[in-house]
Nanobody, 128 residues
Framework: QVQVAESGGGLVQAGGSLRLSCTVS????????MGWLRQAPGKEREGVAV???????AYADSVKGRFTISKDNANNILYLQMNSLKPDDTAMYYC??????????????????????WGQGTQVTVSS
């Protein structure tokens, strides 16, 4: 009965900001490793930001300094604050969670297929 749902995508001009939100139900929120992944047309899915089970955070090099992942454990919400958006950030963004992920945050960026639960995605489009 684990469910993942993300929201907050939309159309924004380059240099603008968006905040994505994700909720997970079925297990205590604080017990999940969680991450944001994205897939753009013609490209493979890539890890964007991950919080592992130890609370460590890792970001893709392409978003460091611009994106911030955070968890609101009290309200069971995962956020991805995206600033200084670029057209190359255009993609479908997915929230993923797993209560048993043994990978570190850095490892999970590259092996994010190990996440067991995924949302349906929210589209982010950045215009030039």
């Amino acid at each position: 009965q684990v469910q993942v749902a993300e929201s907050g995508g939309g159309l924004v001009q380059a240099g603008g900001s968006l905040r994505l939100s994700c909720t997970v139900s079925g297990l205590p929120f604080e017990d999940y490793a969680m991450g944001w992944l994205r897939q753009a047309p013609g490209k493979e899915r890539e890890g964007v930001a991950v919080i592992d089970l130890d609370g460590a955070i890792a970001y893709a090099d392409s978003v460091k300094g611009r994106f911030t992942i955070s968890k609101d454990n009290a309200n069971n919400i995962l956020y991805l604050q995206m600033n200084s958006l670029k057209p190359d950030d255009t993609a479908m963004y997915y929230c993923a969670a797993d209560p048993y992920l043994s990978l570190t945050a850095v490892q999970a960026l590259g092996y994010h297929g190990d996440f067991g639960y995924w949302g349906q995605g929210t589209q982010v489009t950045v215009s030039s």
